[in-house]
């Protein structure tokens, strides 16, 4: 079974950080992209970036570019998604998910359970 299960939220003041992680299981972790999303009360999910397998690089959004990063464990089957210098619009719940392919093409074949991210002022 494909698992994908995000943890690491939790309350923070603006300004601050957070790193969260996405635990992947039931695929083979190489042979697809994993994508991190966040989807805030009354909006949209939007995506933040994304890792690549086949092309080993990252991808993000214009929004969180020089404030979030991917990273990947491969030998864990972790995908982590630091976030630094937190704003209050940050707030949201956290999700990962799977890409149909290794790159990233923002298509998401399974998602992950989200993690409630809450950056106060």
């Known amino acids: 079974e494909v698992q994908l299960q995000a943890s690491g939220g939790g309350l923070v003041q603006a300004g601050g950080s957070l790193r969260l992680s996405c635990a992947a299981s039931?695929?083979?972790?190489?042979?697809?992209?994993i994508g991190w999303f966040r989807q805030a009360p009354g909006k949209k999910r939007e995506g933040l970036g994304c890792?690549?397998?086949?092309?080993?690089?990252?991808v993000y959004a214009d929004f969180v570019k020089g404030r979030f990063t991917i990273s990947s464990d491969n030998a864990k089957n972790m995908v982590y998604l630091q976030m630094n210098d937190l704003k209050p619009e940050d707030t949201a719940v956290y999700y990962c998910g799977q890409d149909y392919i290794s790159g990233c093409s923002g298509a998401v074949l399974t998602w992950g359970q989200g993690t409630q991210v809450t950056v106060s002022s």
């Open positions: 039931g695929f083979t972790f190489d042979d697809y992209g």
């Open positions: 890792i690549s397998h086949s092309a080993g690089s990252t």
